[in-house]
């Protein structure tokens, strides 16, 4: 249960660090460039998100940056899917909506959707050895 409550807060995490990324690129690129946007916020998700979940989640050791950097590529691979779910559901209510608000409102419930499953890849593809 410790670990579900964990990943739990992660994935929050996570997700205001990819919020406040695309808010931050708005701002700098004064609203014109949404996929821009949504790029910088996904990669700053992705990085916290890997940080955290390699430590307290799957309990991995500190390893050379030649395999950690393989490690990455593989949780980063896995995630090409949970973005797509992200990004279009973002997308959807960008379309659908057309305010800010219903946009994030979109983002939070595409990077839920994606995490649950993200969780499972990583269980199994990723960090197979830990767990």
């Given at each position: 249960?410790?670990?579900?409550?964990?990943?739990?807060?992660?994935?929050?995490?996570a997700?205001?660090?990819?919020?406040?990324?695309q808010?931050?690129?708005?701002?700098?690129?004064?609203?014109?460039?949404?996929?821009?946007?949504?790029?910088?916020?996904?990669?700053?998700?992705?990085?916290?998100?890997?940080?955290l979940?390699?430590?307290?989640?799957?309990?991995?050791?500190?390893?050379?940056?030649?395999?950690?950097?393989r490690?990455?590529?593989?949780?980063?691979?896995?995630?090409?899917?949970?973005?797509?779910?992200?990004?279009?559901?973002?997308?959807?209510?960008?379309?659908?909506?057309?305010?800010?608000?219903?946009?994030?409102?979109?983002?939070v419930?595409?990077?839920?959707?994606?995490?649950?499953?993200?969780?499972?890849?990583?269980?199994?593809?990723?960090?197979?050895r830990?767990?």
């Amino acid at each position: 249960m410790k670990r579900a409550l964990l990943y739990t807060l992660f994935a929050i995490l996570a997700t205001l660090a990819n919020i406040a990324g695309q808010e931050f690129s708005l701002q700098l690129y004064d609203d014109q460039a949404l996929i821009v946007a949504i790029m910088v916020g996904t990669a700053t998700g992705l990085l916290v998100k890997y940080l955290l979940d390699r430590r307290y989640i799957f309990c991995m050791a500190d390893r050379p940056l030649s395999q950690d950097s393989r490690q990455f590529l593989s949780y980063a691979t896995t995630g090409l899917f949970t973005t797509a779910i992200f990004w279009g559901t973002e997308l959807a209510f960008d379309s659908l909506f057309g305010t800010r608000l219903a946009r994030y409102a979109g983002a939070v419930l595409g990077l839920a959707c994606g995490y649950i499953i993200k969780y499972q890849l990583d269980r199994r593809y990723v960090f197979r050895r830990s767990v």
